[in-house]
């Protein structure tokens, strides 16, 4: 079954070091997709990051960069540079491909405090 | 683009009333989908629905009931409340993408609404 681990609950990081958020996920699915999302204490879900799993390289967005280990099937989220504002739950998700829903399966997520 | 919205904000009921949580997204998605985060708990998918008219279940849909009426509104409906339903609930929205079209299909996501059932 389709499941996504987030072994973190927690985790803390001094400014402008950076930071990786791990993520591992099973599926028997070979065409499928991996999200980032980053809810700050307002609440809201901003979606980061997406990695395919044809996709050749590492996927980058900014500071934000994706760890992928199709192997080990792991997809870590690394934050390069921390920022105060990067405080925040983290949240992995993974689409299956198959299928005309594209539901997302998601983590319990990994609340990230960025020291000064 | 106002994006994906949510109606209330917030909401206290008492156990055993009813409501009905409305979500409204102008982005022309024809995936959309109801959240349910509890803490400790992630994000757990109620009822989803993949087009005008139609629904389907999530991972915890008993005791809720959606409707999609129009392509632009998802509306989630609680008959009878109960403590158990106290949560913040999401609602989201993603693209499908043309036929032979890659999309991310990414979700965007409403503001949420956190209700308390007393």
């Known amino acids: 079954a389709q499941k996504i681990t987030q072994t973190q609950p927690g985790m803390f990081v001094q400014e402008k070091e950076a930071v990786t958020l791990d993520c591992t996920y099973d599926?028997?699915?070979?065409?499928?997709?991996l999200f980032w999302y980053k809810q700050p204490s307002s609440g809201e879900m901003i979606f980061l990051i997406y990695?395919?799993?044809?996709d050749q390289q590492n996927a980058t967005e900014g500071r934000y960069s994706l760890n992928f280990q199709k192997a080990r099937k792991s997809a870590n989220l690394v934050i390069s540079a921390s920022q105060l504002g990067d405080s925040a739950m983290y949240f992995c998700?993974?689409?299956?491909?198959?299928?005309?829903?594209?539901?997302?399966?998601w983590g319990l997520g990994t609340s990230l405090a960025v020291n000064p | 683009n106002a994006g994906v919205t949510q109606t209330p904000k917030f909401r206290v009921l008492k156990t055993g009333q009813s409501m009905t949580l409305l979500c409204a997204q102008d982005?022309?998605?024809?995936?959309m989908y109801w959240y349910r985060q509890d803490p400790g708990m992630g994000l757990r998918l109620i009822h989803y629905?993949?087009?005008?008219?139609?629904?389907a279940k999530g991972e915890v849909p008993d005791g809720y009931n959606v409707s999609r009426l129009k392509k632009q509104n998802f509306l989630l409906g609680l008959e009878s409340a109960a403590p158990s339903q106290t949560s913040v609930y999401f609602c989201?929205?993603?693209?499908?993408?043309?036929?032979?079209?890659?999309?991310?299909?990414?979700?965007?996501f409403g503001p949420g609404t956190r209700l308390t059932v007393l």
């Open positions: 989201a929205s993603s693209y499908s993408g043309l036929a032979g079209e890659f999309s991310l299909g990414e979700q965007f």
């Open positions: 982005m022309n998605h024809e995936y």
């Open positions: 629905s993949v087009g005008e008219g139609t629904t």
């Open positions: 599926t028997s699915d070979p065409s499928y997709g």
């Open positions: 990695q395919g799993s044809y």
């Open positions: 998700a993974m689409r299956e491909n198959a299928g005309n829903n594209r539901k997302l399966i």
